[in-house]
């Protein structure tokens, strides 16, 4: 069974957005929602690097510790996914979570913050695949379709890799290899407890 | 649990500490050219050795949007608070609650009921009076419900969600986030009431030096030790409420308005603030309720019908007593404390 | 713990029978999806909880149980040229999925690609047609909008002549667009047409043609996987073009090639170099002579190439020996060191290959710098090769298709000039009396002469009437496509607009034009669909014609750009001349017609090839182009042997398919497999020295030698006009039948010249020797001048910009006089630091259309300005704080933006993204949009603050170099 992960390769990635819009555009996320982000350290300097980063699906996932409901669970393909229907809005998630991924419609109405919105690694909820009421809560199911999510395949550079978690590797260390330099594959050590050797 | 705690206190200032390491920690000079112009592949910066350097900070960059939460990539910082919200604080509740309810049940079965040693006098003097009483059981309802609601937080998931089903201990769940961040405020408003309504009679003095070398006259059941209106037990737990509950409405209303007063790092800590002064918050409370129930004869009639037996008076509190005798001329009585009659 | 329901079989029965059903296009995948506002069920009861649904009620998405149908477009906003592939249901556009086939993205795309869906069913487009009635905007019909137009135009005409009439034209219109377009003014009577070419890359065209022949980028953005060496000058193609990255970034990896970026900005592509070399902005040409130093005094030039391939490249030593190490640090601040460190990797690193985009060309020398690069690739052999070559970055989908159909002043379609034989050959072509267009001008001398730049528009509505040279001063601004914010000095813009009689706006978006002004009335808005709405053909920057289907019908009432010049030539009178030859359908001249006379004509430049059928079968078969080649396999039946997208030149007619060029120059290659020459456009001779290549030819040239282009005359001393046919012998005689000796091949309607050259394996355009020397232009050795605004007056006595020139593409180019002023004024005291503009990746051009886009929009949410820590410390500014930026024209502007305090700017300098627009010195201008059209992010355009100096040989305003002073706000 497919261990689903990202992997961005910072040494390719442009900060050019793409994920981002790619998300917005596939899953009709609101403004002020970003399932994905690009955050760029040392900007501006030499040795700058962008790294594209959402949910990472994290193995033994924090978020799912925390939650005081239990509105996590893990599928057959190691996606970390959420129950709107579930979530009670605490924000816990956010605290936990090591790469900001968790976002939510209000910033805080009475600690009220709405249901919890994240990457779903294109994969819906736990709604019917496909269906309207998936669609409405989480946006589209790709990984049911056999595709894999839109931010990634539409990357500009091949940067951000999504998929089985040893053939991305796989890509990646190749790469490593063919041009000698490599960064790291970022959030991996904290969300699946290994780094690729580079 | 020493390197736990170590951790939290870490935390605190982790975050404006990883800023100033995240960009002071780029390339080394290895990575420039000969000429010493700089090679920005080479320079690149690696996340392994920039972990190393931030020793467990936050990896934060620049993003274009405006959350500024979304700048910090990867906050290690998470990982400690999960182990806190998961471990620490649920030892730290276990001890505290099922200790002190240990102990309560101990003392109860060593010392039984204090009772008022000289009997009931069958004369009664006002102790509290209905604005007092309605104050501390207006706060008192909202504490525990704020305290069951707050405890399912951190507890109500391993013990309840499986029995309950996760839709039915969502829905309770819901529904206690809300009662507990509604009865927030008049909680709040209570501590404060009875924060400046008590404060004259809870200023430590020499009084409870003697009475807590007495023991408060719970170890001995003969020795009446020396206590105006509130004794040296009772300022504490007046300052328990005071202080703690000041603690709890901050890191709770830090909590209500997630970041806007405050980043990653400081809504950790107020939640961590939260929870383990919000255990402790309930330990201590029902101690009171012991003391003030079945501990204590006569007791529990202060704030029942608010007027006290002489005799219970004069064995707990009798220099109260004098000053009630005397009448609101003399110091240190309060108006309000006196007879109605 | 819950599980996800579906298990993995399902999931792939789900797929299999979406597979297997026989569906419209492809896979069927959101059939089942239903449009919902709010799910019910589970807490949403609970009343005072909303449910946390991700979408919003209104906009698109899946639609219940439509088919969906698959639709192939180009994406608008660079020149990369990357497929969109839309999902359409009921004609709505419900998805996108990424273009894998396609050689150019393979799937990929950046910000606004992966966004270009909310472009066409964004909320805040225009929805139908309105004017300004006493400066409020009024809804008008289409009849009554073309009716009023047409009426007012006309009295212009009558009043001032059809000069005071400018049409502003579009890098976004298809092919057939910018074709109709310029083919519009030509029936109206004026050469004053021009589009954003103008201020993108109008130096760069003039530069490289006149260097070695052809206007555009050598090579592709594929090719350049195969460099060993890479050097940005002037271009920041991971913002501006970031699917180009894909290529280059992987070629840097598999070949580990050396990476350099000359910019004054450490740039997100700078991030990714082996080698940053920052420069002062406007110092391009020292920087170049200064590798060049490098290269002749250690001799790492080639030798070969230079004596073969070259003419006047002594005359470059001569001056290049000014630019010794001392000079070029003192002039550019890059140490010597560093200069010969990338000089000798372009010599010796070869294939060495160089990109730029207007970081070289918007400066008073554009065409000179270009120049400079041409010769520097030129002196290391670095041109005409696989992995090597001039690889220009271009900015919209079909600037360079623009450019190629003359949407321009200088040009009628295809380069072929405004001379008399220019005009007859089109006349010719249109099947319309040469006579006749005559009688369209204003006087028959109007006709040759080039009309005024898009830069400088507002000096033709303001300046005295007896300092421009046509009949009357500019009335009337016909503008379709193209922003108002791109160009210089927007404070006399603005007086311009409303010094205008009549200002027509046809865009998607109401676009500043609309707004900046305090125009009360003769406004119109006219909404016209976008470049998704419209089939047609786009050149990308690699010259490749990629054909895009439409992917919805317009939406609300716009009207394809097609539809809109057809109404108006209807309305003005010569639509039965215009469109004699293509067909039209409810008003919709059809593309495919006027890519077809558009083929007829197009032999100068070898759009004669691509016929529409030929492209649609490329688009049909993407996924069979070799990803660094871009060739097909040549046993494929429909494809077989062309290059991706048949990159002009495509010689000769449809039939012979010839298969592109996807390198120009290149004596590798046989001129039938795409191989070519340097283009003898400058004579045979010159002081008796020869133009043509001494000892090189493409491989299987009959001739081998150099040698000048063809014509029937020459075919004939060969013995090869044998080899025409009957026909084209008829045709080419038909042409000239006083002289068909003098019929060329760039005239020769049955492409029969072009077909024998090829058949004998030479280049019908000649065989020529590209020019370091290039006669003719200012500076035919390019030599230094300081910006205008320079920020080292004590450079200027040295390096002064060209004296003024009364008469410059009709109206004064006081440049020297300004720069004097600035020197005597101590302007650069004042105003101490330099400003430059650029490219953000989430907006493009003036930004209005992706402003418009919510999705966009969000990830640039403010104006900015780029300042380095030590000028912002001096200055009491922090990080995100509102500042105000003050420029040094007469006008005094000023502009309010926050700054972005870092080191990615050097001390003294400072950038703006250009993209901005909407507020106008500190004023927010919503209000002035129509309603509802307000574009969602709006602020300062870096133009209000950007100053006087234009490029002598295309009227390039300069945006890159000039001055200003900032403060805390």
Known sequence: MARMKFLCDADRCIECNACVTACKNEHEVPWGINRRRVVTLNDGKPGERSISMACMHCTDAPCAAVCPVNCFYTTADAVVLHSKDLCIGCGYCFYACPFGAPQYPRVGNFGSRGKMDKCTFCAGGPEADGSKEEYAKYGANRLAEGKLPLCAEMCSTKSLLAGDGEIIAQIYKERVVKRGYGSGAWGWKTAYRESIAS | MRTRLAHIRFIIGALALAFVVAVAAPA?????????????????????????????????????????????????????????????????????????????????????????????????????????????????????????????????????????????????????????????????????????????????????????????????????????????????????????????????????????????????????????????????????????????????????????????????????????????????????????? | MLIKRTERQSRRANLATALTQPSGGGLDRRTFLRRSGLAAGGLATLGALPLGSVRKAAAAGPIPGAQTTIRKNICTHCSVGCTVVAEVQNGVWTGQEPGWDSPLNRGSHCAKGAATREIVHGDRRLRYPMKLVNGQWTRISWDTAINEIGDKLNAIREKSGPDSVYWLGSAKFTNEGSYLNRKFAAYWGTNNVDHQARICHSTTVAGVANTWGYGAMTNSYNDIRNAKTIVFLGSNAAEAHPVSLQHILEGKELNRANFVVMDPRMTRTGAHATEYVRIRPGTDIPVIWGMLHHIFKNEWEDKDFIRQRVYGMDDVRKEVEKWTPEEVERVTGVPGAQLKRVAEML??????????????????????????????????????????????????????????????????????GLVEGAWRHWSRVWETDFEWFRSRFADPKMMNTAGIPSTRWFDATLLPKDQVAQKDNLKAMFVMGHGGNTVTRIPEAVKGIEALD???????????????????????????????????????????????????????????????????????????????????????????????????????????????????????????????????????????????????????????????????????????????????????????????????????????????????????????????????????????????????????????????????????????KARANAFGLPDPVPVHREPIYSPRPELVAKYPTLPDVKAQFRVPNLGFTVQKQNVDKGIAKEFPIILTSGRLVEYEGGGEETRSNKWLAELQQDAFIEINPADATARGITDGAWVWVFGPADTRPKARVKALVTERVGRGVAWMPFHFGGWFQGVDQRSKYPKGSDPVVLGESVNTLTTYGFDPVTGMQEPKATLCQIRAA
């Not at chain 2, 937080?153 to 029995?163: C, D, E, Q, W």
């Not at chain 3, 010689?651 to 012979?656: A, L, M, Q, T, Y």
């Open chain 3, 502 to 768: 009549l200002l027509v706006v046809a865009d998607p978006v109401p676009t500043t034009w609309a707004a900046v002004s305090d125009r009360k009335n003769d406004t119109y808005l006219l909404p016209v669909a976008t470049s998704y709405e419209t089939a047609g053909s786009r050149t990308a920057s690699n010259r490749s014609l990629q054909w895009g289907e439409q992917i919805v019908k317009p939406i609300f009432e716009s009207k394809d750009d097609l539809e809109v010049m057809y109404l108006l030539a209807k309305k003005l009178g010569f639509a039965d001349r215009m469109f004699k030859n293509i067909k039209v359908e409810n008003n919709l001249p059809v593309a495919e017609d006027i890519l077809r006379e558009i083929n007829r004509g197009g032999f100068s430049t070898g759009y004669c090839g691509q016929s529409p059928e030929r492209l649609k079968a490329h688009m049909k078969n993407q996924a069979k182009f070799d990803l660094v080649t871009l060739r097909a396999p040549k046993d494929d039946p429909e494809v077989g042997g062309d290059y991706y997208g048949l990159p002009w030149p495509c010689w000769g007619k449809p039939e012979i398919k010839h298969p592109g060029t996807p390198i120009l120059y290149n004596t590798t290659l046989h001129v039938k497999e795409g191989g070519g020459t340097f283009r003898a456009r400058f004579g045979v001779e010159r002081n008796g020295v020869s133009l043509l290549a001494d000892g090189v030819y493409s491989v299987g040239s009959e001739i081998r030698d150099g040698y000048p282009e063809f014509n029937l005359g020459v075919l004939k001393k060969l013995g090869w006009d044998k080899d025409l046919t009957a026909e084209e012998l008829a045709t080419i005689q038909r042409i000239n039948s006083a002289n068909p000796d003098a019929v060329s091949w760039a005239i020769d309607l049955s492409g029969g010249i072009q077909r024998v050259c090829l058949e004998h394996g030479v280049m019908h355009y000649g065989n020529a």
């Open chain 3, 347 to 416: 010599a010796k690193q070869r294939p060495a290959t160089m990109i730029w985009a207007m970081g070289q060309t918007q400066h008073t020398v554009g065409t000179a710098t270009v120049r400079a690069s041409c010769t520097l690739l030129l002196a290391t052999g670095n041109v005409g090769f696989s992995g090597t070559g001039a690889n220009i970055f271009r900015g919209h989908t079909n600037v360079q298709g623009a450019t190629d159909l003359g949407l321009d002043i200088v040009t009628l379609p295809l380069y072929y």
């Open chain 2, 28 to 341: 080394g000079a290895q990575d420039r050219n000969p000429d010493g112009s700089v090679n920005p592949t080479a320079s690149a910066v690696n996340e392994e050795q920039l972990l190393n350097a931030l020793r467990g900070g936050a990896v934060s960059g620049r993003v274009t949007i405006p959350d500024q939460k979304a700048a910090t990539l990867i906050q290690p910082e998470g990982q400690v608070w999960r182990d806190f919200h998961e471990v620490t604080l649920r030892w730290i509740g276990l001890i505290a609650i099922i200790g002190m309810l240990i102990l309560l049940v101990g003392f109860y079965m060593w010392r039984g009921m204090v009772m008022i040693q000289s009997g009931r006098s069958g004369r009664v003097i006002v102790r509290f009076n209905g604005f007092e009483r309605f104050i501390h059981w207006m706060t008192a309802t909202c504490f525990i419900i704020l305290a069951i609601t707050g405890l399912n937080i951190t507890f109500g998931r391993p013990l309840f969600a499986s029995a309950f089903g996760s839709e039915a201990f969502t829905t309770w769940s819901q529904w206690a986030k809300y009662a507990h961040n509604y009865l927030s405020f008049p909680f709040t408003i209570g501590v404060v009431v009875i924060f400046l309504m008590w404060i004259a009679g809870n200023i430590p003095n020499r009084t409870d030096v003697e009475w807590v070398k007495q023991g408060g006259g719970m170890v001995d059941p003969s020795k009446h030790p020396p206590a105006y209106r509130f004794n040296a037990g009772q300022k504490m737990m007046y300052w328990i409420v005071v202080l703690g509950g000041t603690a709890m409405a901050i890191t709770g209303y830090i909590m209500m308005f997630p970041f806007y007063v405050t980043d990653m790092a400081g809504m950790q800590f107020s939640q961590i603030v939260h929870g383990v002064v919000g255990v402790l918050f309930v330990a201590a409370m029902l101690a009171h309720i012991y003391i003030g129930s079945i501990g204590m004869e006569g007791a529990f009639e202060a704030m029942g019908t608010g007027t006290v037996d002489e005799n219970w008076a004069k064995e707990h509190h009798p220099l109260w007593l004098e000053e009630q005798k005397k009448g609101p001329a003399a110091g240190g009585a309060r108006p309000m404390a006196t007879p109605a009659e």
